[in-house]
């Protein structure tokens, strides 16, 4: 059970386990394969314990790297070392060549724009196809987490939903505070202080 709960990264608990394990008992088909399926099953296990251990490998060696560089963007509350040397990397080290935070948002293709299908989310919620999908997806996830570990960026997100904001437009929203974080902390060089945001 804490392999299904591990290899899923937490978003299955032990009920969930339980639930397939009863469902692939009562299932005939699996029933009358049990044994070989049985073997498949432990080996796709033994697979994802391997791709475990190579994550973590690589995890390792990116926070290694990413040591070796005078960045403080790991400060940003909720946020790893291996997602924020995602973010340096797609920004580079020299946040100059953005000297706005207009400039950097529209580069990571977050910024307001009529509604059109794509691959991007802006502050409506809405899709685009422009700017770095990675510094983009980098951005999305950082928000996501410190919508609900970084307690000022919490608030926000409270604070909007209780205004009547669906969730992509209050992540859009909260997209936009996390490039801005990004700017200042990279233009200061400037570990991150958290406060209240009002807006």
Not at 131 to 157: C, K, M, T
Request: charged share 20%; hydrophobic share 40%; net charge positive.
């Amino acid at each position: 059970m804490n392999t299904f709960s591990k290899t899923s990264r937490g978003r299955f608990g032990i009920d969930k386990a339980y639930q397939i394990q009863d469902f692939a008992r009562n299932s005939f088909g699996i029933i009358l394969a049990s044994s070989s399926l049985s073997l498949i099953i432990k080996q796709y296990i033994e697979q994802l314990k391997s791709f475990e251990v190579s994550i973590d490998i690589f995890d390792a060696e990116i926070a290694k790297i990413y040591d070796t560089f005078d960045c403080k963007l790991h400060t940003i509350t909720g946020i790893g070392k291996t997602l924020v040397a995602v973010i340096f990397s797609e920004i580079g080290g020299d946040i100059s060549k953005f000297p706005t935070i207009p400039k950097l948002v529209a580069y990571a293709g977050l910024y307001p724009k009529n509604r059109q299908s794509g691959e991007s989310i802006n502050t409506k919620g809405h899709l685009s196809k422009r700017g770095s999908p990675y510094l983009r997806r980098a951005i999305w996830l950082a928000s996501f987490v410190a919508a609900f570990n970084a307690p000022a960026i919490h608030q926000l997100y409270e604070r909007k939903h209780a205004e009547g904001r669906d969730h992509l437009n209050i992540m859009g929203h909260i997209c936009h505070k996390m490039l801005s974080i990004i700017f200042a902390v990279m233009r200061d060089n400037q570990p991150y202080v958290p406060a209240h945001f009002s807006s």
